[in-house]
Every structure is written in structure tokens, then in C-alpha cells.
């Protein structure tokens, strides 16, 4: 029962490098989102999806982008990543039956940016 | 600005004693609450939620409080285990929109 699942779980970049962010939910959820965690910043929405095909812009969306091409897959991308880009993302699904909004996570992608 | 605090970032009890975990609000558009709980090198998972309608729901060892007038609610854990420590967020929403999370507070339940 896997749930959500998101690779790498660990990755070190120099300052311009890109790299993209996997993550798989098997929950055939509409909804899947990508956020970090910064120390006393809580959890902060970068992208996220409503559907196959569809993106859109959360809190703090400069820097990634995102895209949703099958249903059950949503990548998070760095062009040129930088050193603020340093923290621990994490990638959520969520069937949205009526306005309650309960996620589901995946275990996390810690991001070092030198 | 931060829409949903935990001026708490941490928090220490003995086993078998009452854990009160406390959360503000500032956006009064704001109708379901949640708390979820972290452990190291886990994803949040979700813990318990209120609607705006209700000032307290109840699961097992789990209650939330929610008062509309102070904007502000609660999580007791009754009694505390050692394996209720975690970093526990709050989170709300207001219709149509995306959740808030706050930052989170850590408790630590010593045996």
C-alpha cells in the first residue's frame, strides 16, 4: 500500500544545477501538490495540480516549475537552483470530495543547494 | 504574514499527562481546521479536523477545541505517550481555498 511515493529522498546540488523532483500517488487522487518545509516557515505551497494536464501557481511558486501529464504523477523541477532553494520538499495528494481538504504525503525530498 | 501560528515551538510532557498543543488564526474566512502529525524523515500525516460549525471533536485520545470568537484552537492529548512525540501542525482553510499550515510545534512526551 503505497500511497504517495516521491523520489530522490536525499539530493546535494551546486548553485545552477537543475533537477527534477518525482512523485506518484496510486490513490487515483485529483488533487496533488508540492510543498517545502522551512525552519519556523511551516509548510509553504509551491504548485499544485486539480487535475491531469493542469497546474497552478501556490504561495510560493518563483524559481520551480511543475507538471502533471499523467494523473497519478506530478514533477517539481529546479531550472537553476539556488541556495534559498535549500530545504525539505514534500509532495501531497488529495481526492477532494467536498470542501475538505485532508492530504495525504510523501516522506519527503531533502534538497541541498551549495 | 503569518495566517495560522504556533507561537509555541516546543513542548515537553511526562508521560500519562495532558498535552495541550495551541494554534491562532487571523483570516476569520477560515471554516475547517486540521492537525497533523510529523515524525523524522515522514511525510505529515493527518491526525484530526474540525469544521467551524462545531467547537470540539473528539477521536480516541484526540480532542480539538475550536473558539471562533479568540480564533484560536487546541489539541489535547489525553493521556501522553511516548509515541506521541512528533512535530504536530495546525492548518486551516477558507472555502475555495488552499490550505495554511503553521509552523509547527514539537512535543516531546518523557517517560
Known amino acids: 500500500n503505497a500511497g504517495v511515493t516521491q523520489t530522490p529522498k536525499f539530493r546535494v546540488l551546486k548553485t545552477g544545477q537543475s533537477m527534477t523532483l518525482l512523485c506518484a500517488q496510486d490513490?487515483?487522487?485529483?488533487?496533488m501538490y508540492w510543498y517545502r518545509q522551512d525552519p519556523g516557515m511551516g509548510l509553504r505551497l509551491i504548485h499544485y495540480?486539480?487535475?491531469?494536464?493542469?497546474?497552478a501557481k501556490g504561495e510560493v511558486p518563483d524559481g520551480y516549475n511543475v507538471s502533471r501529464l499523467k494523473k497519478q504523477n506530478f514533477l517539481l523541477g529546479l531550472e537553476s537552483a539556488a541556495p534559498s532553494q535549500t530545504s525539505v520538499y514534500f509532495c501531497?495528494?488529495?481526492?477532494?470530495?467536498?470542501?475538505?481538504?485532508?492530504?495525504?504525503f510523501g516522506s519527503g525530498t531533502q534538497l541541498s543547494v551549495l | 504574514d503569518q495566517q495560522v501560528k504556533q507561537n509555541s515551538p516546543s513542548l515537553s510532557v511526562q508521560e500519562g499527562r495532558i498535552s495541550i498543543l495551541n494554534c491562532d488564526y487571523t483570516?476569520?474566512?477560515?471554516?475547517?481546521f486540521l492537525w497533523y502529525k510529523k515524525y523524522p524523515a515522514e511525510g505529515p500525516t493527518f491526525l484530526i479536523s474540525?469544521?467551524?460549525?462545531?467547537d470540539k471533536n473528539e477521536d480516541g485520545r484526540f480532542t480539538v477545541f475550536l473558539n471562533k470568537s479568540a480564533k484560536h484552537l487546541s489539541l489535547h492529548i489525553v493521556p501522553s505517550q511516548p509515541g506521541d512525540s512528533a512535530v504536530y501542525f495546525c492548518?486551516?482553510?477558507?472555502?475555495?481555498?488552499?490550505?495554511?499550515f503553521g509552523a509547527g510545534t514539537i512535543l516531546r512526551v518523557k517517560s
Open positions: 490513490m487515483n487522487h485529483e488533487y
Open positions: 474540525i469544521s467551524s460549525i462545531k
Open positions: 501531497a495528494s488529495s481526492d477532494r470530495t467536498g470542501d475538505n481538504e485532508k492530504l495525504f
Open positions: 495540480s486539480v487535475g491531469e494536464g493542469t497546474t
Open positions: 492548518a486551516a482553510s477558507a472555502p475555495g481555498n488552499k490550505l495554511v
Open positions: 483570516n476569520s474566512m477560515f471554516d475547517y
